[in-house]
Antibody
Framework: EVQLLDSGGGLVQPGGSLRLSCTAS????????MAWVRQAPGKGLECVSV????????YYADSVKGRFTISRDNSKNTLLLQVNSLRAEDTAIYYC??????????????WGQGTLVTVSS | DVVMTQSPLSLPVTLGQPASISCRSS???????????LSWFHQRPGQSPRRLIYKVSDRDSGVPDRFSGSGSGTDFTLKISRVEAEDIGVYYCMQGTHWPYTFGQGTKLEIK
């Protein structure tokens, strides 16, 4: 059974940083691209970053480019998102999601339970 | 970015009756390999999204056959043949052909 366990969220002041983590199990992590998708309270879904299986290809949404960094450790089945220079509009539930291909093309199938990031003074 | 436009945004349905959601993309979702990466997700309150349909019309394992997807190019539809109480929540279409992946605004299905 595919499982994705998100963690690392919390309350942070504007301008602050957090490191979000996703631990995967139940599939060959190193064979699939992975992504982070966020959902602001009561709002829709926004995919903020995707990383290919080998980490050779990485993409960011314009809204987070230069502030967020995605990475993965295939030896530990772990996906990371370093979020810096946080703004109030970054407040959201952040979901780790698995792609159904090794590249950034295709889409997402399984999602984690999400971790809440709240940016407020 | 590819804009995904869903309609309606609110969908009140009587139990046992059919329901249909439209999703239109601002550009073709056909990839160079001939595949069309259009998916449908269902999100219940307080839960993560669950994928129902991928590549326009392929149903995920465990998804009831009352759910079906159709369409091509830029116009897509999710149909529920007979709505059940467990179908309430928000439905999203998503394109995975172009980066960034983009989602429709969501359609909230409620029981009349």
């Amino acid at each position: 059974e595919v499982q994705l366990l998100d963690s690392g969220g919390g309350l942070v002041q504007p301008g602050g940083s957090l490191r979000l983590s996703c631990t995967a199990s139940g599939f060959t992590f190193s064979a699939y691209a992975m992504a982070w998708v966020r959902q602001a309270p009561g709002k829709g879904l926004e995919c903020v970053s995707v990383i290919s299986a080998s980490s050779a290809s990485i993409y960011y949404a314009d809204s987070v480019k230069g502030r967020f960094t995605i990475s993965r450790d295939n030896s530990k089945n772990t996906l990371l998102l370093q979020v810096n220079s946080l703004r109030a509009e970054d407040t959201a539930i952040y979901y780790c999601a698995k792609s159904y291909s090794s590249t950034s093309i295709g889409g997402l199938d399984y999602w984690g339970q999400g971790t809440l990031v709240t940016v407020s003074s | 970015d590819v804009v995904m436009t869903q309609s309606p945004l609110s969908l009140p349905v009587t139990l046992g009756q059919p329901a249909s959601i439209s999703c239109r993309s601002s550009q073709s979702l056909v990839y160079t390999n001939g595949n069309t990466y259009l998916s449908w997700f269902h999100q219940r309150p307080g839960q993560s999204p669950r994928r129902l349909i991928y590549k326009v019309s392929d149903r995920d394992s465990g998804v009831p056959d009352r759910f079906s997807g159709s369409g091509s190019g830029t116009d897509f539809t999710l149909k529920i043949s007979r709505v059940e109480a467990e179908d309430i929540g928000v439905y999203y279409c998503m394109q995975g052909t172009h980066w960034p992946y983009t989602f429709g605004q969501g359609t909230k299905l409620e029981i009349k």
